[in-house]
Structure formats: structure tokens, C-alpha cells
């Protein structure tokens, strides 16, 4: 009988082109994908490291779902992704019904890790099985008993638990079969890993180095996602605009992809601000394809703050590169990422970040506060830099409202303006589909939902601030 799997994917989109990824593995390996986890033979929870939070749900999630185990002892539970690649085999002793911990690099080996799994991990084993009922009925899920602890060692002596992290300098993923999961937008990742080293930041550690695809391979994949009748592609790289292939820079690469019959829209994200070059700018402004919107992350405001988390950029060359790109780009839509409370930041620091913000006036922004992880520079920063948690979120809760004001009032001002919306899919109000414009600005509307799909000429009737409604708009109307 063929296995059924399931996978759960969390953290950013190039985490959810890795979900996809393993879905296209396991199916051309005999797979069966499941929709719901109950009805699964192997679960994998596809995990992201970047902020604790995240990972502190997905543990959340882990030991939610060993409950499915209890009731189906030979169900196998695996985690992937980058909190796998960061706690190691010591999430095999955190979570002992967990069979299989699997890094970003290791997923082309995922069906013969699977195929070694499943005979004696705990929960398998009869006297293994009864030890790890009794540890859930004494400390709940995740918790470390001596007879949990017994069980684990045995299934691990046996070779039924398994931890795949090596990190592989030149894994690409090339020639394997994705199973994509939207047919309005398809994700194409052309870089993994990265090569800056962002104090903060565990990327580089978890993904390894910058390694780029070839570009044949990457125009051959849009070439199958546009005969599939996909009309939007989003390329994804850690920092995307500094791929580099031969003589394919990122400029050479957009143009091309932009140029593939079928292809009526391309993205891509996230650019490093130090990567935006003139020629990049130019394929942005001549290319109809590519979207006239860039997510620029600055992530904070001050010299002295990007100079301690390594950005390699100052304030006055994020503004040159900000100006620039609006020169080129005519009604460019701006997005960027912000980190507030950076050990030391000073309130003074703060508050030009905030100046920053109303400065530039983005049309979107993703917003955290500074999250400790283990092993990035930052943690080494002395002990009293660490700003206390309360100061920390009051820091957010403001730039927050700062954001949030300037982004209101920038989309007001497009009320009443004509777009051409991509349906994306359903909204929740009954009768609406919501999709986005060309500046990734989200536009809810009446319609059916045989529009998801299709290019819809939209009025932009009234705004919530962050979202908009709209109205479909009548024949002959020109968007502008
Ligand atoms: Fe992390 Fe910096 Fe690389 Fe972005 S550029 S992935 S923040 S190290």
C-alpha cells in the first residue's frame, strides 16, 4: 500500500518552496500527499529558526501532534527545515517521538532516511512504546524521563531515529520536481544560503553559503510553471540580487525570466540593499513583466546600530539607494524589515529608525523586535546591552503605530485609483476573491470564484489602512 505524507511548513516563503519541494520528493518517490495529518503514514513539520517564537510553537505544534502517535504507533514524525539544522539531535532527546530531524540541505536523501525509519523508534517497539506512554502520562509530551530517555537510546542503537545535517556546500536542488501548490503564483528559488553574516542572524549558520542555481535550470522551471498556466513567479534568494552565476548576474537573470512567454508577472525578494546596482533598476523600469515593487530591507536606522548588526551599509547609502531606485522606477511600491531593541540601541537610536520611517514613507513593512539566537555574534554582546523585554515591546508597539499611520495614509491616497488585480483566491467575506495589484498592494472585491486566476481591471473604492476594497471595473476602462 503506498504511504501517505503530510507536510506542515512555517517561517518565510523560500521555507514554503522547501515544503513544496519535499512534497515533489516524496510523490516521485510513491508518496501519496496527504491533505490532513490524521490521514498521514509520515508527518513533517517544516520549520523556520529565525525568532524564538516561531520555534517555540512549532515544539507546540510537535508535541500536538504526538497525540496522532499514541493512537498510530507506527505513524513517523520528522522535523525539517532550519530548527532541525539548529538543535540538532538535541531535539531527538527533546522530543523523544520524534523519529527523523532532517537540515535545509539534506531533503533530496529524505525517502531512503524514511524507508530506514520505522522499526524500532519508540512507539514501535512494545516495551519502547509502553515506556513512552508512561513518560506522556507522567510529564506530557516533550518531557524528559528517565524511561523516555531508555526508549530513545535503543531506538537510536537500532538506527530507527535519524538526524540528517550535514550541510552541503553545493546542494541546489537541481532537476528535481517540485509540487507546487498555488496555480496563481509559483515561487522559484535561485540562490540558498547566504554570504553575509548579520549579527543577528542565523541563516548563514542553518543554510550554509551563497550557493546560485544555473540559470538554464531556472529558466527551464518558469518555462514549465507558464506552460502550466501559471502567469506570476516569485524568485527567491536570501539575498536574492547578489546571484551570480558565470557571466548571469541578477539583472541578466530577471530580464530572461521576465521574458518567458507566459509570464505575465515577476517578483522577487528579498534583495540586500548593497546588491540594488543601476542595472538591476534598469530591468525593473524597461521589463513589463516585473512588478514595479521592492522590499528593501534596512532593518534599522542608525549608523552605529547597522554597523553592530553588520549590515555593511550606512543610513546615507540606504537613502542613496532608496533614492535611486524611485528615479528609475516611477511609482515604485517600497517595503522593508525593521529590528528594533538591537542590544544597545540607544532611545536615541530608536527614534531614528522611526525617523527613517517617515523619511522614506514605505508602503509596507514587517516589523519585529530583536530575538536572541544561539550561536549569532549578537548573543556575545556584553550582558547589559540586552534591553529589557518590556522596553523591547513598548520599542515595537511604536514603531508599529508609526508604520501603520504613514501606510494608511499612503494607501488613502490611492483610493479611486484603476488596477489590475490578480485574483489569488477567495476572501472571507462571502462573495469576494482578493488578489493583488502589480504593487503588491491586496485588493478584496465581489466576484466569483472562477476569477482566481485572472487579470481583473479593479477600482480601489475605499481602504482599511492596510488592505483595499475595490470594485470590478467596467469595459473599456484603461488601467493607467
Ligand atoms: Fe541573514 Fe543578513 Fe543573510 Fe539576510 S543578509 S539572510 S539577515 S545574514
Not at 85 to 111: E, F, K, S
Not at 275 to 300: G, I, K, S
Not at 440 to 461: H, I, Q
Request: hydrophobic residues 40%.
Amino acid at each position: 500500500m503506498q504511504r501517505k505524507a503530510y507536510v506542515e511548513t512555517y517561517g518565510c516563503q523560500m521555507n514554503i518552496s522547501d515544503g513544496e519541494l519535499m512534497q515533489g520528493i516524496l510523490a516521485s518517490h510513491g508518496y501519496v500527499l496527504a491533505s490532513r495529518p490524521e490521514d498521514a503514514d509520515v508527518i513533517l513539520v517544516n520549520t523556520c529558526a529565525i525568532r524564538e517564537h516561531a520555534e517555540q510553537r512549532v515544539l507546540g505544534r510537535v508535541g500536538e501532534l504526538y497525540r496522532l502517535k499514541r493512537e498510530n504507533p507506527d505513524l513517523v514524525i520528522g522535523v525539517t527545515g532550519c530548527m532541525a539544522q539548529r538543535m540538532g539531535t538535541a531535539l531527538l532527546d527533546r522530543a523523544p517521538y520524534v523519529d527523523l530531524v532532517m537540515g535545509p540541505d539534506g531533503y533530496r536523501h529524505l525517502p531512503e532516511a524514511l524507508a530506514g525509519i520505522g522499526r524500532l523508534a519508540p512507539g514501535r517497539d512494545r516495551e519502547a512504546d509502553t515506556d513512552v506512554r508512561q513518560g506522556a502520562g507522567r510529564g506530557g509530551a516533550g518531557v524528559q524521563l528517565p524511561v523516555l530517555r531508555a526508549a530513545q537510546r535503543k531506538a537510536e542503537a537500532a538506527g530507527a531515529r535519524k538526524a540528517v545535517l550535514d550541510l552541503e556546500p553545493h546542494e541546489n536542488y537541481e532537476g528535481l520536481e517540485v509540487s507546487r501548490t498555488s496555480e496563481v503564483s509559483a515561487w522559484v528559488p535561485v540562490q540558498r544560503g547566504c554570504d553575509y553574516r548579520c549579527t543577528y542572524c542565523i541563516v548563514p549558520y542553518v543554510r550554509g553559503s551563497e550557493k546560485n542555481r544555473q540559470p538554464e535550470q531556472v529558466l527551464d522551471e518558469v518555462g514549465d510553471i507558464a506552460a502550466r498556466g501559471i502567469p506570476e513567479v516569485v524568485l527567491l534568494g536570501q539575498t536574492v540580487n547578489s546571484y551570480r552565476h558565470g557571466d548571469w548576474d541578477f539583472a541578466r537573470l530577471l530580464r530572461a525570466v521576465a521574458r518567458v512567454d507566459g509570464i505575465r508577472r515577476v517578483r522577487f525578494t528579498s534583495p540586500h540593499p548593497n546588491d540594488v546596482t543601476p542595472e538591476l533598476l534598469a530591468v525593473m523600469a524597461e521589463e513589463p513583466a516585473v512588478c514595479r515593487q521592492l522590499h528593501l530591507p534596512v532593518q534599522a536606522g542608525h549608523d552605529r546600530t547597522l554597523k553592530r548588526m553588520l549590515r555593511r551599509y550606512t543610513v546615507a547609502e540606504y537613502m542613496a539607494k532608496v533614492e535611486m531606485a524611485r528615479a528609475a522606477v516611477p511609482d515604485l511600491a517600497l517595503s522593508t524589515d525593521v529590528i528594533v531593541a538591537f542590544p544597545g540601541e540607544t532611545e536615541a537610536e530608536y527614534e531614528a529608525t522611526l525617523d527613517l520611517l517617515r523619511a522614506v514613507r514605505f508602503d509596507d513593512a514587517y516589523l519585529y523586535r530583536y530575538s536572541a539566537r544561539d550561536g549569532t555574534p549578537a548573543t556575545r554582546l556584553p550582558a547589559q546591552d540586552f534591553i529589557a523585554d518590556d522596553a523591547a515591546q513598548a520599542r515595537l508597539e511604536r514603531v508599529i503605530d508609526v508604520q501603520r499611520a504613514i501606510q494608511a495614509e499612503i494607501n488613502r491616497s490611492e483610493v479611486g485609483r484603476l488596477e489590475e488585480v490578480l485574483v489569488e483566491r477567495q476572501a472571507r467575506t462571502a462573495g469576494d476573491v482578493l488578489g493583488r495589484t502589480e504593487r503588491n498592494k491586496v485588493v478584496a472585491f465581489p466576484g466569483p470564484p472562477s476569477l482566481v486566476g485572472s487579470f481583473v481591471r479593479v477600482r480601489l473604492t475605499d481602504t482599511t489602512g492596510a488592505t483595499f476594497m475595490g470594485m470590478a471595473a467596467a469595459s473599456g476602462e484603461r488601467v493607467a
